[in-house]
């Protein structure tokens, strides 16, 4: 991922029409950011706003979505902002504001809302909104920006804002700002001294006597009729009554049923009862096709878990939201997934209590469960198991202390086990869950080094069609398969080659996308491929970590797996269940040289005993 660039100060990856989603962490050090003219979908991330140094970023002509998002407090050196030709929603963010040093701001070519108030105070020479969907008043203090570009909005008439209610609008200001009259005290009809002006005051209040008169009788009539009615209904079933005592049990049954059902249309069912029903956004109850086989939170218990969605409590983010660390009273730690409302379709909102029966029911020892949701207020939210010990992705490249490389076995173990996750969702799941995001970010280690897929049934809440995919998260920066980046087509067969891609970080320890390195070597598949079938280049791309601590059948016959996940054409991709069988053998036969005893840890500082061992998987 490009966060791990910790050191780079400028990255231009303008003009190569990549097609993927832009990066949930970018790299913090960096003081200019040119990602212009590609095909990245998804919306702005959080880690923008850790950019401190950060002066000029252009992101222009893409196919970014959502809102902007408050990300910008902290970006005091930006002085060129360029976001012009996305498909960018909402208002423009309060945070605007705090870009003290910004001087060129382009948001032209969106469907961005509201009005340019947070643009007021900004000492801005360049400025281009136009072809948007922004409404209001102009900030005088805009039209004295040198280049400033509006058109194409709905602007109300008039640099300045109205007067403030009941105040008298300047002479001759009236017409052009749209501004209104003090309301009057007194009524608009001719002076009383006019007789034709009491004669049309006393019709109209004639008139209107006459027909609140007439309203108020027809209103009791029809109190009347109902009354009437009603009574003629009880005698009629007190007789039924007393001829059928059968039928009157019957009714009176009925009675006590009715007032249940009045309560449960103003009151929405109680989802901890695993109930087959919930409330559609109309305020009628429709039926999901399963139930819910999972724990039901309400947003207060989750906003208290979370220190109110705290900052601090931000352990990541993906295309529907961030991940917040959630402490419990009863001491219980659980990752809260809250979803971004932009983010999702209004379709796909009335879907998400069926998307949550499913993936509540996805059960795998390698896959994260989900432990719990919520559906309130306006709100959806997704609980899962807190997994402690982090990502593969941060132990291959963000780990400070080097003690924690993985040895060669624990590496196979963790392709085993993420490759059991997808042939479960792939195979064994009836229709077939495709991921859609597999990457080494969320694939999570507990203590013990077993891998947990995450985010798994996910793609239910992201669009289907090949239009609206190309403006949603599928996959990340060196992951895609090729047929997605040309078509925006994703498939079973594209996981098996995203996970090709984490066998090839295993096998190496480098990142799938790395611009620090020389061009030829930037993009992971590209450089590795052709030298999977090579002995002396194999062992020359091994990662240095391991210092030859790994046999050498186990890593060709590793490159050899690895070679047939990534093949251009997704029909040649084995199924994941002939992966699985491939690492069960190379489990079985692998071997390393024993370099010093200790536990059973994964670690290559602790390599240990029984590393050359049959896997009872």
């Not at 959502?66 to 902002?81: E, R």
């Not at 019957?250 to 989802?271: F, G, N």
């Not at 009628?284 to 109110?308: C, F």
């Not at 969320?442 to 891998?451: G, Q």
């Amino acid at each position: 991922m490009l966060s791990s660039f910790t050191f780079l100060k400028t990255l231009d990856l303008s003009g190569n029409n990549i097609h993927d989603a832009l990066p949930y962490q970018l790299p913090p050090n960096l003081t200019s950011l040119n990602l212009a003219n590609n095909n990245l979908s998804g919306n702005l991330p959080y880690s923008i706003s850790l950019m401190y140094n950060l002066n000029y970023m252009n992101l222009s002509r893409n196919l970014l979505s959502q809102n902007m998002g408050d990300i910008f407090n902290n970006l005091t050196s930006l002085t060129t902002l360029d976001l012009s030709y996305n498909n960018l929603t909402g208002d423009l963010p309060n945070s605007l504001s705090s870009l003290s040093s910004i001087s060129t701001f382009h948001v032209q070519n969106n469907q961005l809302t509201g009005s340019l108030n947070s643009l007021a105070s900004l000492p801005l020479n360049d400025v281009n909104v136009a072809n948007n969907r922004f409404s209001g008043w102009i900030p005088k203090e805009l039209l004295s920006v040198p280049t400033f570009t509006y058109d194409g909005n709905s602007f109300d008439n008039g640099p300045a804002p109205p007067p403030p209610p009941y105040t008298s609008p300047p002479p001759g200001k009236a017409h052009n700002n749209r501004t209104r009259s003090p309301p009057s005290h007194t009524h608009d009809v001719p002076s009383s001294d006019t007789s034709d002006g009491k004669k049309l005051s006393t019709g109209a209040i004639l008139g209107i006597s006459l027909g609140a008169a007439f309203v108020i009788l027809f209103a009791v009539l029809v109190l009347i009729f109902c009354l009437q009615k009603r009574k003629r209904t009880e005698n009629v079933r007190r007789t039924s009554t007393v001829n059928s005592p059968v039928i009157g049990e019957k009714e009176m049954q009925e009675q006590r049923v009715i007032p249940t059902a009045s309560i449960t249309d103003l009151k929405p069912l109680p989802t901890e009862n695993n109930s087959s029903f919930e409330r559609a956004k109309s305020g009628s109850i429709k039926r999901v096709k399963s139930p819910i086989t999972t724990s039901s939170y309400t947003v207060a218990a989750l906003q208290t878990a979370t220190n109110s969605f705290s900052q601090d409590n931000i352990i990541g983010e993906g295309s529907l939201g961030r991940v917040y660390k959630a402490d419990f009273s009863n001491g219980k730690v659980m990752a809260v997934k809250k979803i971004d409302n932009a983010a999702l379709s209004l379709q796909e909102e009335d879907y998400f209590v069926e998307a949550v029966s499913n993936m509540s029911r996805l059960r795998h020892p390698n896959i994260v469960p989900l432990a719990g949701y919520c559906a309130e207020h306006g709100q959806r939210l997704l609980v899962y198991d807190y997994i402690a010990n982090g990502s593969l992705q941060d132990l291959l490249h963000f780990a400070d202390d080097s003690s924690k490389t993985l040895t060669w076995n624990a590496r196979v173990k963790v392709a085993l086990g993420t490759a059991r996750a997808l042939e479960y969702l792939h195979e064994v799941c009836l229709p077939s869950v495709v991921h859609r995001n597999l990457k080494s970010a969320n694939i999570l280690l507990d203590e013990e080094l077993n891998p947990h897929l995450s985010d798994c049934g996910l793609a239910a809440l992201t669009p289907n069609t090949e239009r609206e995919v190309a403006t949603q998260l599928v996959g990340s920066f060196g992951y895609s398969a090729p047929e997605f980046a040309l078509s925006g087509i994703y498939t079973v067969k594209s996981d098996v080659y995203s996970f090709g891609v984490v066998m090839l970080e295993l096998l190496t320890g480098r990142k799938p996308l790395d611009s620090s390195r020389a061009r030829s070597e930037q993009s992971l598949v590209r450089w590795a491929t052709p030298q999977l079938h090579d002995i002396d280049s194999l062992a020359n791309m091994v990662d240095p970590a391991l210092n030859g601590m790994y046999p050498a059948k186990s890593l060709s016959r590793f490159a050899d797996i690895i070679a047939l996940c990534v093949q251009p054409e997704p029909e040649f991709r084995p199924p994941m269940s002939e992966v699985v069988q491939a690492l069960v053998r190379l489990m079985q036969r692998a071997s390393v040289v024993k370099r010093r005893s200790s536990d059973d840890s994964g670690f290559i500082y602790k390599t240990p005993d029984h590393e050359a061992y049959e896997m009872s998987y």
